[in-house]
């Protein structure tokens, strides 16, 4: 147990830095490939659609996969494992959210924008003033679904060989011959999770007058 808290305690560090730059990265990507997805002109809308369409139809699993060893065979570059897990994780969440954040766009009336039109606002002041507070609020049940998620798939970054908390769980259960390390790196997670739902439920209450 000595030995055993310390490495899971590095490798849950390793986790929460993949998970806080992952989102850091993919939520506001996600806002400019929605409004791509959404846009009139078939040259934004299109690629959108495709991206969209290639990383939701693929596993994550993959995407790690791809992402850090296709430099390499396609431009005979590479880069460390790190920074290919971010890469691959944000992209993939950025796509996930930018469909949770078309839906709440979506789900607004138009009667909002021409209203704010005829009070002389511009566009762009009435998404930020208007439209975004009302899409936040509709969107956060969902987006706390999808970080929920995020905090379980840091787990895959494994795959590429980054230490993370799963992956120091496995090695100390290999040294063990003991299921326990599993366990308690399910305790993490659990905690993990736990915390991103009280976060989520408090943003929730916050926003309760956009009812």
């Known amino acids: 147990m000595e030995t055993l808290l310390p490495a899971l305690l590095e490798g849950a560090g390793t ?4 998970f806080f730059l992952t989102l850091l990265i993919s939520v ?3 806002l400019p490939v929605a409004a791509a997805r959404m846009s009139a002109k078939w040259y934004l809308r299109i690629p959108a ?7 939701r139809g693929t596993p994550l699993i993959l995407q790690l996969i791809f992402v850090y060893f296709a430099p390499y065979y ?10 290919a897990a971010i890469i691959a994780m944000s992209l993939n969440y950025a796509a996930y959210f930018a469909e949770i954040y078309r839906g709440g766009i979506e789900s607004i009336a138009k009667g909002q924008y021409e ?34 998620t995020l905090v379980k798939d840091t787990a895959l970054v494994q ?7 799963f992956l120091a769980a496995q090695n100390a259960a290999s040294r063990q011959f003991s299921t326990v390390p599993i366990f308690i790196a ?5 905690v993990m999770n736990w915390a991103v739902s009280l976060l989520f439920s408090r943003l929730e209450r916050k926003l309760d007058y956009y009812r």
């Open 159 to 165: 795959t590429i060989g980054v230490g993370e908390l």
């Open 28 to 30: 506001p990507l996600g």
């Open 74 to 83: 396609i431009f005979h570059a590479s880069y460390d494992r790190f920074t």
């Open 115 to 148: 209203a704010a039109k005829v009070l002389g606002f511009t566009r762009m002041q009435t998404f930020f003033t208007i439209i975004l507070p009302q899409v936040v609020k509709r969107i956060l049940p969902a987006m706390g679904n999808e970080v929920i």
């Open 15 to 18: 986790s929460l830095v993949v």
């Open 186 to 190: 399910g305790v993490f997670y659990f």
């Open 49 to 55: 659609k495709v991206f969209i369409l290639i990383i």
